[in-house]
């Protein structure tokens, strides 16, 4: 089974930067899609970033020219660079993991904190 693990949340002031990195381990096969969803309390979880196999991404207008998303396909890793913080990014950070097969399954990972506060 895959498994997501995630590192590189915690506290940071406004402007600061902050690198979140995934590494997916298990059964994976296929191509891909990975990415970065985060969830502020009270609200819906929505898309942050994300990057298919072949390189393409995808980003929300509310972090475009702040962050961005990487990957490294032999390693089956994900990184999400955030520069240029804002209270409003305080939020759960989520990996998620969908492999092109015709199941099209999809995993999380267990999510780390990212905090924007004086």
């Known amino acids: 089974q895959v498994q997501l693990v995630e590192s590189g949340g915690g506290l940071v002031q406004p402007g600061g930067s902050l690198r979140l990195s995934c590494a997916a381990s298990?059964?994976?096969?296929?191509?891909?899609?990975m990415g970065w969803y985060r969830q502020a309390p009270g609200k819906q979880r929505e898309l942050v970033a994300s990057?298919?196999?072949?390189?393409?991404?995808n980003y929300a207008d509310s972090v475009k020219g702040r962050f961005a998303i990487s990957r490294d396909n032999a390693k089956n890793t994900v990184s999400l660079q955030m520069n240029s913080l804002k209270p409003e990014d305080t939020a759960v950070y989520y990996c998620?993991?969908?492999?092109?097969?015709?199941?099209?399954?999809?995993?999380w990972g267990q999510g780390t904190q990212v905090t924007v506060s004086s």
């Open positions: 998620k993991l969908e492999i092109g097969t015709v199941y099209r399954p999809v995993y």
């Open positions: 298990g059964s994976i096969f296929g191509i891909n899609t």
């Open positions: 990057m298919t196999e072949g390189g393409g991404t």
